[in-house]
Structures are given as C-alpha cells and as structure tokens.
C-alpha cells in the first residue's frame, strides 16, 4: 500500500507578516544628485519604538542617462537637513495600522554620512532599478538605528529609494 503524503505549503515571512498588517512599504521623493551635490534616503527606526525593523528588500531606481553611484550604510548619520516621505504604508490593502519605522531622507545635500558602516557599494545604471538587495529580514533596525542609501553622481539624475519591512515587537535583539 502506498503512503499518502500531505500536501505542503510554504509561505513566505513577509507573506505571513503582511497577514498580520505588519509589512510596509515606503519610497523617497525624487532624490537629485548631481555633480556638486549627493542625495540619501533610508528606513530608521525610533529610539522609543520598543521594536525591531526587519528588511525585506531595497530598491534604487533610476530614472536618469547617467549612472548613479550607491553606498549602504548601516546606522549612520545623514547629511544635511532630514526630511520625511508620507509615502508609506501597510502591504495588507484596508489596514489602518501605522509603520513605527520612517522613510527619511535629503534630496540634494552637500557632505557625506558620518560614521556607521558601509555594507555595499554599487552602480545603477540609466534608466533601470537596482533591487537585488533583497535580504528578506536579515538585516534587522533595532530602535534608534537606521540604514541608508547614499547616492552620488557626475552628471545631474533622478532616483527614489523603496524599502519595504515588516516590525515586530516579539523579537528582541
């Protein structure tokens, strides 16, 4: 006689987590560095969240002829004057839950992050979107902590950052 085996079906985190309302997404302005001036924009957490921010994914998108060049930077602090995108929002469509973590950012800024630490450093092509930083929740923003995407360019361009993440106040790192 033959064993019948049970159907088995795998589910993704941040599947599981949207369920939950718990999953964000959330995208700069239109970022403008150029030859003189760098941009940046990056997902921080509160210091008085009391959770932890998982990553899900990264993007860069470029929407210029010229290349802009990308460093991430874990837990830095920006350049310049720091301002807050109102484009984010829960994945899970007809939730009214509110993310604690914030998409900041300075579309056209003199200077460089201080401290922190450099993970990655890339090029976006013309036209084209980088998000292959898709690290499905292995970088994890604990309270008063944040990661950044630092652009710099030769030539005048246009890009937005996009993260998406789920919270979770269960997990304490």
Do not use: H
């Not at 949207?18 to 997902?43: E, M």
């Not at 292995?138 to 890009?159: C, D, K, M």
Request: overall charge negative; some cysteine.
């Amino acid at each position: 006689m033959t064993e019948k085996i049970p159907p088995v079906v795998t589910v993704t985190n941040s599947a599981f987590e949207s369920t939950k309302g718990v999953l964000f997404q959330g995208k700069s302005p239109i970022l403008l560095p150029d030859l003189v001036n760098n941009a940046w924009g990056g997902l921080f957490n509160p210091s008085d969240s009391q959770l932890n921010l998982f990553l899900g994914l990264g993007a860069i998108s470029n929407f210029s002829n010229t290349v802009i060049k990308v460093g991430i930077f874990l837990n830095s602090k920006p350049p310049g004057t720091v301002f807050e995108s109102p484009q984010s929002a829960p994945l899970k469509i007809g939730s009214d839950n509110k993310p604690f973590g914030t998409i900041l950012y300075n579309q056209s800024i003199q200077g460089e992050p201080i401290g922190g630490t450099e993970i990655v450093s890339l090029s976006v092509g013309p036209f084209s979107t980088f998000s292959d930083f898709s690290i499905l929740g292995r970088v994890i923003v604990q309270p008063g902590t944040n990661i950044l995407f630092f652009l710099s360019s030769e030539e005048s361009t246009e890009a937005s950052v996009t993260f998406s993440w789920w919270e979770s106040v269960g997990i304490v790192c």
